[in-house]
C-alpha cells in the first residue's frame, strides 16, 4: 500500500497517529522537498517493493512530524530531500531527538546535501557538502562538486554486509558528488575509484540509538532502474528495519 499524505492530513496524523502495520510489512516514511526530481519513477521504484509500506510526505509540512514520535508508525525514515531552509531551534532539537531515537534511517543522495548552513547534521548523517571552500571545525575543505551522466565504478566493500549481501562490483551511472566530507568513523559499503566521486559512497553509521545508512547515489530514474541500485534501497531498508530499536 503506497500512501501520500497531503497537507490538511498532518493534523490528524499528528493526533491519531497513522496505525499502518500493514501484515508485517516494513513500514517506511519517505520524505522529499527542496528537489526536483522524476517523482513518477521515484514512486514506481517504490512500488515494486512489495514487501515494504510506503508513506510519502514531502517538507515543509513534513516537519511537523520530524520527532521521535514518528517511530510508533513507522520502522524506516528515508530521506530524500535537499532542505536548505533555516530550521528553527525547535525543529533541530525535534529531528536531532528524532536521529537519535532508534528509528531506522535511510539519508539518500542529495539528502547528504541538505541542511548546509547546520553544522551538526555532519554528526546526524555521517556526511556533508560545502558549497565553495569552507572552514569547517577548524579545517579548510575544498567546495563540493556535483557532475551528473557519469559512470561510477563502485566497489563493494563486504558481499557478507546485510545491505550489500551477494553483491559483486558494478559500473552505475549516476550523478558523481565530489569531495564530501565523510565522518572517518563510517562503516563503508561501497567505494569508488572514480575522480570525481567521493571514495566513500556508501556507509553505515551510528546516531544515538539509530542505524543510519547513508548512499550517495540516486539521482534519477536510471538510477532507480538499476538492479544493483534496487538492492541497495531493498537490503537497507531491510537492514535497517531490522536494527530498529
Given at each position: 500500500m503506497k500512501k501520500f499524505l497531503p497537507a490538511f492530513l498532518f493534523f490528524l496524523v499528528l493526533c491519531f497517529g497513522l496505525n499502518t502495520i500493514a501484515f508485517g510489512k516494513i513500514r517506511v516514511f519517505i520524505v522529499s522537498g527542496g528537489h526536483p526530481f522524476d517523482k513518477t519513477a521515484f514512486r514506481e521504484?517504490?512500488?515494486?517493493?512489495?514487501?515494504?509500506?510506503?508513506?510519502?510526505?514531502?517538507f515543509p509540512e513534513a516537519w511537523d512530524l520530524m520527532t521521535p514520535a514518528l517511530k510508533n508508525d513507522f520502522d524506516v525514515l528515508l530521506l530524500y530531500d535537499m532542505w536548505q531552509k533555516p530550521l528553527t531551534d525547535e525543529q533541530k532539537a525535534n529531528f536531532k531527538a528524532l536521529y537519535q531515537s532508534g528509528i531506522g534511517i535511510y539519508a539518500l543522495h542529495h539528502d547528504l546535501c541538505a541542511h548546509v548552513n547546520w553544522d551538526?547534521?555532519?554528526?546526524?548523517?555521517?556526511?556533508?557538502?560545502?558549497?565553495?571552500?569552507?572552514?569547517?571545525?577548524?579545517?579548510?575543505?575544498p567546495?563540493?562538486?556535483?557532475?551528473?551522466?557519469?559512470?561510477?565504478?563502485?566497489?563493494?566493500?563486504?558481499?557478507?554486509h546485510p545491505v550489500t549481501k551477494e553483491m559483486t562490483d558494478f559500473v552505475i551511472h549516476d550523478e558523481a558528488y565530489g569531495n564530501l566530507l565523510v565522518h572517518p568513523e563510517v562503516e563503508p559499503l561501497l567505494t569508488s575509484t572514480h575522480p570525481e566521486q567521493t571514495r566513500v559512497t556508501a556507509w553505515v553509521w551510528h546516531c544515538g540509538k539509530s542505524t543510519v545508512l547513508g548512499n550517495l547515489l540516486g539521482h534519477d530514474r536510471i538510477?532507480?532502474?538499476?538492479?544493483?541500485?534496487?538492492?541497495?534501497?531493498?537490503n537497507g531498508i531491510q537492514f535497517l528495519a531490522d536494527e530498529k530499536k
Open positions: 521504484m517504490f512500488d515494486s517493493f512489495e514487501e515494504f509500506d510506503c508513506t510519502f510526505a514531502e551538526e547534521y555532519y554528526d546526524l548523517a555521517g556526511a556533508r557538502i560545502f558549497y565553495g571552500e569552507t572552514t569547517f571545525r577548524g579545517v579548510k575543505y567546495g563540493s562538486t556535483f557532475k551528473a551522466g557519469k559512470d561510477l565504478p563502485m566497489h563493494v566493500v563486504d558481499s557478507a538510477s532507480y532502474e538499476n538492479e544493483n541500485f534496487r538492492k541497495l534501497i531493498r
